[in-house]
């Protein structure tokens, strides 16, 4: 079992930056692929980000390309998200996911993630 723990979001402006963490337990984070997810109200749960276990693949959603970093550090069994350029359609939910799969190509599918946090809001005004 792993336990994902995210941290980092808040209230900004459009145009700043945040940087969201996921801070996971267990020995085994460096075999897992990450990945971020998002959920806006009244929409379903969208793909941003993945990274394969040692962090030498990414993959990103066409909408956060050029403006998200996704990276991870396993010595400190946490993953990141840097959002930057952020618009008000950005606003919603983050999830971090841990998939136990070691695939590539990265999937985009939450079904092949098999651990999520709780979520850490972000909002964006105009």
């Known amino acids: 079992q792993v336990q994902l723990v995210e941290s980092g979001g808040g209230s900004v402006q459009a145009g700043g930056s945040l940087r969201l963490s996921c801070a996971a337990s267990?020995?085994?984070?460096?075999?897992?692929?990450m990945g971020w997810f998002r959920q806006a109200p009244g929409k379903e749960r969208e793909f941003v980000a993945a990274?394969?276990?040692?962090?030498?693949?990414?993959a990103y959603a066409d909408s956060v390309k050029g403006r998200f970093t996704i990276s991870r550090d396993n010595a400190k069994n946490t993953v990141y998200l840097q959002v930057t350029t952020l618009s008000p359609e950005d606003t919603a939910v983050y999830y971090c996911a841990a998939g136990r799969r070691p695939v590539l190509p990265l999937s985009q599918s939450r079904s092949q993630y098999d651990y999520w946090g709780q979520g850490t809001q972000v909002t964006v005004s105009s």
């Open positions: 267990g020995r085994a984070f460096s075999t897992y692929v």
């Open positions: 990274i394969s276990w040692g962090g030498s693949s990414t």
